[in-house]
């Protein structure tokens, strides 16, 4: 009886009595005829790369039957590492993976005001494998502000798989300052034009955007000056140089808190500090605003990658230990599913064109 065994990747057949007879030799019509007596008609090489392509396919269609997500998941999150929207993605990523059972790894990629890494998942495979925690910054005002380098369209481009986090934006003064209400500040700036100045975090931010709808409502012709950043605004506020200051609330939660900055408005009512009222609470017909971040996924992914993230979404964003987590941040968890999330970003779009025509920032 003879056995076929491979050694060194040179087949060859041990005979009953021992001996060893290698497989290198070919009859004429391609075939070894001890290959062929063992049952084989199909030579060597061949039929291992057949039984390799066998299990390949087996593997594949074995993955395919675990159904999504049955390997790593990619969050893109278009900010530098540290950044509080960075925080907010990675507290998520970890919670995520869990309800998933599936690794959920971020990827920083920061630039262009949050365009860059949006973009880059726009261009993504459609897979679900490639997902985005992004904010308005990227999908409202740098669309707006930028559209001949910012080539994605928000709307078409993008699968909303639901709202996330808010980081209201807050107009502060310092604490010394004689305004006690946000009232008083307007009839001053009315009285006293060029009196007041502004500082936020640069043109088209969301302190931007605010500064203006404040103008346009109230009529004060407040002044503003931009800064590169956030940090260099509240500076420039803490130190005299403006008198006062429209920027994210992880910025100024130190100084509300030490008694430094005091609060006249915010985009949206803020637990640690219930007392600073928004817009709308003081009779103006609409609200400054802040800044959100939100879960997409690229355009055209199946139906099972939404079935599988959005619930899991929704339930991560209502976890009590991320709230609590994310809250000294200055970042309040509110979970809005697709459909509310596509309907506030049109009408935020809307509105910050109209106000970016109005500013002469677009045409």
């Given at each position: 009886?003879?056995?076929?065994?491979?050694?060194?990747?040179?087949?060859?057949?041990?005979?009953?009595?021992?001996?060893?007879?290698?497989?290198?030799?070919?009859?004429?019509?391609?075939?070894?005829?001890?290959?062929?007596?063992?049952?084989?008609?199909?030579?060597?090489?061949?039929?291992?790369?057949?039984?390799?392509?066998?299990?390949?396919?087996?593997?594949?269609?074995?993955?395919?039957?675990?159904?999504?997500?049955?390997?790593?998941?990619?969050?893109?999150?278009?900010?530098?590492?540290?950044?509080?929207?960075?925080?907010?993605?990675?507290?998520?990523?970890?919670?995520?993976?869990?309800?998933?059972?599936?690794?959920?790894?971020?990827?920083?990629?920061?630039?262009?005001?949050?365009?860059?890494?949006?973009?880059?998942?726009?261009?993504?495979?459609?897979?679900?494998?490639?997902?985005?925690?992004?904010?308005?910054?990227?999908?409202?005002?740098?669309?707006?502000?930028?559209?001949?380098?910012?080539?994605?369209?928000?709307?078409?481009?993008?699968?909303?798989?639901?709202?996330?986090?808010?980081?209201?934006?807050?107009?502060?003064?310092?604490?010394?300052?004689?305004?006690?209400?946000?009232?008083?500040?307007?009839?001053?700036?009315?009285?006293?034009?060029?009196?007041?100045?502004?500082?936020?975090?640069?043109?088209?931010?969301?302190?931007?955007?605010?500064?203006?709808?404040?103008?346009?409502?109230?009529?004060?012709?407040?002044?503003?000056?931009?800064?590169?950043?956030?940090?260099?605004?509240?500076?420039?506020?803490?130190?005299?140089?403006?008198?006062?200051?429209?920027?994210?609330?992880?910025?100024?939660?130190?100084?509300?808190?030490?008694?430094?900055?005091?609060?006249?408005?915010?985009?949206?009512?803020?637990?640690?500090?219930?007392?600073?009222?928004?817009?709308?609470?003081?009779?103006?017909?609409?609200?400054?605003?802040?800044?959100?971040?939100?879960?997409?996924?690229?355009?055209?992914?199946?139906?099972?990658?939404?079935?599988?993230?959005?619930?899991?979404?929704?339930?991560?964003?209502?976890?009590?230990?991320?709230?609590?987590?994310?809250?000294p941040l200055g970042m309040v968890q509110e979970y809005s599913s697709p459909e509310k999330l596509v309907a506030e970003m049109r009408d935020e779009y809307q509105s910050v064109e109209e106000i970016a025509k109005k500013a002469g920032l677009i045409k």
């Open positions: 009886m003879a056995m076929m065994k491979s050694s060194r990747s040179i087949f060859t057949v041990v005979h009953a009595d021992c001996s060893v007879e290698p497989l290198n030799g070919v009859s004429k019509g391609g075939e070894h005829p001890l290959w062929s007596r063992a049952g084989f008609n199909t030579p060597p090489a061949k039929w291992l790369r057949l039984f390799t392509i066998a299990l390949l396919v087996s593997a594949a269609s074995h993955l395919s039957a675990q159904g999504y997500p049955n390997q790593t998941i990619n969050l893109v999150i278009p900010l530098a590492p540290g950044d509080a929207g960075d925080v907010a993605g990675r507290a998520m990523a970890e919670e995520l993976s869990k309800l998933l059972k599936a690794p959920v790894v971020t990827v920083n990629k920061p630039g262009g005001g949050l365009t860059i890494g949006t973009d880059s998942v726009v261009k993504a495979k459609k897979d679900g494998y490639t997902i985005l925690l992004t904010s308005n910054t990227a999908l409202i005002a740098g669309r707006i502000i930028n559209p001949e380098t910012v080539s994605y369209d928000s709307f078409k481009d993008l699968t909303p798989l639901g709202l996330a986090t808010r980081t209201p934006v807050m107009f502060v003064v310092r604490s010394d300052a004689p305004y006690t209400r946000f009232q008083d500040l307007v009839e001053f700036a009315k009285k006293n034009p060029a009196k007041i100045r502004v500082g936020t975090a640069g043109v088209g931010t969301a302190g931007h955007f605010a500064l203006e709808i404040i103008n346009a409502l109230s009529g004060a012709g407040i002044t503003m000056v931009p800064f590169k950043g956030a940090s260099p605004a509240a500076t420039a506020l803490l130190g005299g140089h403006v008198e006062a200051a429209i920027l994210a609330i992880g910025t100024l939660s130190s100084h509300l808190q030490s008694g430094q900055l005091r609060g006249l408005v915010v985009s949206s009512r803020s637990p640690p500090f219930p007392e600073v009222p928004t817009l709308t609470q003081l009779g103006y017909r609409q609200n400054i605003h802040g800044v959100w971040y939100g879960f997409f996924a690229p355009a055209g992914v199946s139906r099972e990658v939404g079935a599988a993230l959005v619930p899991a979404i929704e339930k991560v964003v209502k976890e009590p230990g991320i709230v609590a987590r994310l809250a």
